[in-house]
């Protein structure tokens, strides 16, 4: 993406709430790092009641002030961060318990990931807060954190390096802290990478916090139940890479279970290209010069983690020669699609003599109907409601055995419902 439409290389936003005096030390430092490291820059500080001296120190120091007439936490960053005018977009607390030098840090990191997050909870970060927050806050970012299989440690962070790019401001709902909980899901329920690394948080330096504990626990309830849904569907770019360790025992066996059949059935070190990727695992498995496609972008950000060369397409045109790859693996993706035509493709792109593994449910087996009944009701987020065509094997033997002349390599099933073919082209 070209970076002549940004008007600075780096934003900061600074939330604040009558900080005048802690601000009178901290832009003069960030101005000190940043000029440092010679970036174009602005410094954006919102403060919702902001007084005479605050709009003083502001502009002694060269920066913007916003005064958003909603209140709170949530309105204070979304305005800050809507201003910014930068690719990059650092967010920190206005009372110094965020160290301005880390700045330096996440800036050299930038490039390692969309989202970068300075944190406390990770090996060589520190924090210096009560005991009683302290406390609290490693409880809630542990059970949050873990229920919504974020991977991440401190999510309560308000240390940030965010590129723009992974910052969805639309709809958010969050009204307080809660907004550091639902910025970071949306992003990687887009397929951005996030990454911590270890900084000291610092006691702030004047006057006290206003943020209460009680509200921020509450809040981050709150939100923990509007968005598990979400984190949990298959709107989630990583949604078949967790299910590989899925609490529900079903998820986790079938996807399992098909990892293992395909990548048996997968020649070895041949070139393959995977048609509707997805998130699943099988990309970490592929051969050496192995393609994945999808259409969707946000399942191809996250495939970057596993193979450099990705194609977004459709499967019912796809933007592939002919005979171009010598093995193509298909899987849960046609009974997706109202139409025929990708089948016709896969054939199409397949070099003669080629493989093909392809996988989708049966649905002539009686068993494949009521798992798929069971598990709409028990993942009703999944995809079961997404089956437009229902395929069963004597149809597919039919279109690839006796019409195209293949030959049936190997079948196999699991729990005799979702069915998966090797064939080989003529």
């Known amino acids: 993406m070209s970076t002549d439409r940004y008007l600075n290389d780096l934003s900061i936003v600074i939330p604040a ?90 800036w050299i990191n930038r490039h390692s990931a969309d989202v970068i997050i300075a944190s406390r909870y990770i090996p060589e970060g ?44 639309r709809a958010i709902e969050s009204e307080d802290f809660d907004i550091l909980q639902e910025l970071l899901v949306k992003a990687l329920v887009k397929g951005y990478t996030v990454i911590e690394i270890p900084f000291t948080y610092q006691p702030r330096r004047y006057g006290s916090s206003q943020a209460r504990v009680l509200c921020f626990g509450l809040a981050y309830i709150k939100t923990f139940v509007r968005i598990w849904k979400l984190r949990n569907s298959i709107v989630s770019a990583d949604y078949d890479y967790r299910a590989y360790d899925s609490l529900v025992v079903i998820q986790r066996y079938w ?32 051969p050496p010069g192995s393609v994945a496609l999808d259409i969707l972008m946000r399942k191809l950000r996250f495939a970057r983690r596993f193979l450099p060369r990705l194609i977004q397409g459709s499967a019912v045109s796809l933007p592939i020669g002919n005979n171009c790859f010598p093995c193509v693996v298909c899987s849960q993706v046609i009974e997706h699609i109202d139409s025929k035509s990708t089948l016709v493709e896969l054939d199409r792109i397949l070099e003669p003599g080629g493989m093909l593994v392809l996988g989708t449910p049966d649905y002539g087996k009686w068993q494949w109907k009521v798992i798929e009944w069971f598990y709409g009701k028990l993942l009703p987020q999944s995809y079961a409601d997404e089956h437009v065509t229902h395929y069963t094997y004597h149809e597919l033997i039919q279109e690839f055995v006796e019409k195209r002349g293949y030959t049936l390599i190997a079948t196999r099933y699991i729990m005799q419902g979702e069915l998966i073919f090797a064939f080989r082209k003529p």
Not at 148 to 162: K, Q
């Open 255 to 286: 996807q399992r279970k098909r990892y293992q059949y395909i990548v048996e059935l997968i020649p070895d070190r041949v070139r393959c290209i995977d048609i509707g990727c997805g998130s699943s695992r099988i990309l970490e498995r592929l």
């Open 126 to 169: 520190h924090a210096s807060m009560p005991v009683f927050r302290y406390v609290l806050s490693r409880i809630l970012n542990m059970l949050f954190s873990r229920g919504l299989d974020l991977g991440v440690r401190d999510m309560s962070s308000g240390m940030r390096l965010y590129n723009s790019c992974a910052l969805d401001l």
């Open 17 to 106: 709430l009558n900080e005048a005096r802690n601000l009178a030390d901290l832009l003069p430092q960030i101005k000190s790092v940043l000029a440092s490291l010679n970036l174009r820059y602005e410094i954006v500080v919102v403060d919702e009641l902001a007084n005479n001296q605050t709009q003083e120190v502001v502009n002694r120091n060269g920066a913007i002030l916003l005064s958003p007439r909603i209140h709170g936490y949530a309105a204070a960053l979304l305005a800050g961060l809507n201003y910014a005018s930068s690719q990059f977009i650092a967010t920190l607390d206005a009372d110094l318990s965020h160290p301005p030098e880390f700045l330096r840090q996440m």
